[in-house]
């Protein structure tokens, strides 16, 4: 089982970033897919999630919404965070999590937010 996250970096205040988490060894399809984050100093916290299914349901941290958006392609087993209007508070390493009868964890991308 992998997930690998991609598409972090150093991005303005203001700036965009997509990641990515590509996943492999397991039923993507079948899996409730979320992003989390975690800054230095701090406990992980929840970002975003998205159901499985033909019409999945989303659902954004107040501290997001707005502003980011997830998604999925399940043909690319593929689970997205688009990050618009950044601010330095955003920066964090993120994580990509799959969630079932059992959870697994990526190892995470750095996005840094900063002029």
């Known amino acids: 089982v992998q997930l690998v996250e991609s598409g972090g970096g150093l991005v303005q205040p203001g700036g965009s970033l997509r990641l990515s988490c590509a996943a492999s060894?397991?039923?993507?399809?079948?899996?409730?897919m979320s992003w989390y984050r975690q800054a230095p100093g701090k406990e992980r916290e929840f970002v975003a999630a998205?159901?499985?299914?033909?019409?999945?349901?989303?659902k954004v941290a107040d501290s997001a919404r707005g502003r980011f958006t997830i998604s999925r392609d399940d043909a690319k087993n593929t689970v997205y965070l688009q990050m618009n209007s950044l601010k330095p508070e955003d920066t964090a390493v993120y994580y990509c999590?799959?969630?079932?009868?059992?959870?697994?964890w990526g190892r995470g991308t750095q996005v840094t937010v900063s002029s």
């Open positions: 999590r799959a969630s079932e009868a059992t959870t697994y």
């Open positions: 060894g397991f039923t993507f399809s079948s899996f409730f």
């Open positions: 998205i159901s499985n299914g033909a019409d999945p349901i989303t």
